[in-house]
């Protein structure tokens, strides 16, 4: 899909890239090779051509910080498939919703089929290291959640990552409630320990470990470590589906 998208380009908007979609032109290369099809002004022309010559660059050597300034952040998820193999999946748990009142308990990652969770008194400290060349980050409403809390927690790190929050561009094919119920209607499954648990009830297992419950500890990881395998599964499975509603034809 990234290399289908446009409005990364300095002064082309959506219209314009709809009518390149809506000519049947599925790729820069495409654009370059028939673009004399699409009623354009020659200014405008000139300035894909060039855009589109900038962007391959670029891409080709995996610069995921020009496309993650230059995309608007809700079409992030364009570049999922380009940088698939420098991509963390993200969750955080925490002792409340206030982000100046509440502390980061636990930061779960996954990615290249690998796990870790990074948690509060023991090792939280050496979470920035593991975005050392990560890409793409994927959470569910870490926008106005996980990366904000990071952010207070952490404020050395720069998030120069694309960040796809799959939240919305699931919420654009008719997904939408929180994460657990958008898990039911696409068939995942959680274990025995962590099915129906809450957010709410991530907080009380945490209190809980603080009081010497160990087990409450290894049933909150495990909660945790699910919703970020979750949101690989959730992206893969529905990816198709985002690419189809962006050019208009998931209807």
């Known amino acids: 899909m990234l290399t289908n998208s446009y409005v990364h380009i300095p002064r082309i908007g959506a219209s314009t890239e709809h009518k390149i979609w809506s000519s049947g032109i599925r790729s820069w290369d495409e654009f370059c090779e028939n673009h004399h099809r699409i009623k354009m002004s020659v200014s405008k022309r000139d300035q894909l051509l060039e855009g589109i010559e900038e962007s391959r660059q670029r891409l080709e050597v995996s610069d995921h910080v020009y496309f993650a300034s230059t995309l608007p952040i809700k079409e992030h998820w364009r570049g999922y498939q380009h940088f698939k193999k420098d991509t963390l999946f993200l969750d955080i748990e925490t002792t409340g919703l206030s982000q100046d009142r509440d502390e980061i308990t636990m930061i779960g990652i996954y990615g290249g089929g690998k796990s870790r969770v990074f948690i509060s008194g023991i090792d939280l400290d050496e979470f920035p290291g593991v975005l050392e060349g990560c890409k793409t980050i994927v959470t569910f409403n870490g926008s106005r959640f996980d990366l904000p809390f990071i952010s207070r927690h952490f404020p050395e790190i720069c998030f120069d990552q694309l960040h796809i929050d799959l939240m919305y561009p699931l919420r654009r094919i008719g997904l ?21 648990l809450t957010g709410f009830d991530a ?17 909150l990881v495990m909660y945790n470590l699910e919703d970020i395998s979750h949101l690989e599964t959730i992206i893969d499975l529905t990816y198709d589906r985002i690419v189809q ?6 209807r």
């Open 176 to 196: 939408s409630g929180g994460l657990k119920h958008i898990e039911t209607v696409l068939g995942l499954v959680r274990s025995t320990e962590t099915t129906g």
């Open 203 to 219: 907080v009380r297992l945490w209190y809980r470990y603080k009081r010497g419950d160990q087990s409450a500890l290894d049933t």
């Open 245 to 250: 509603n962006a050019y208009g034809q998931d």
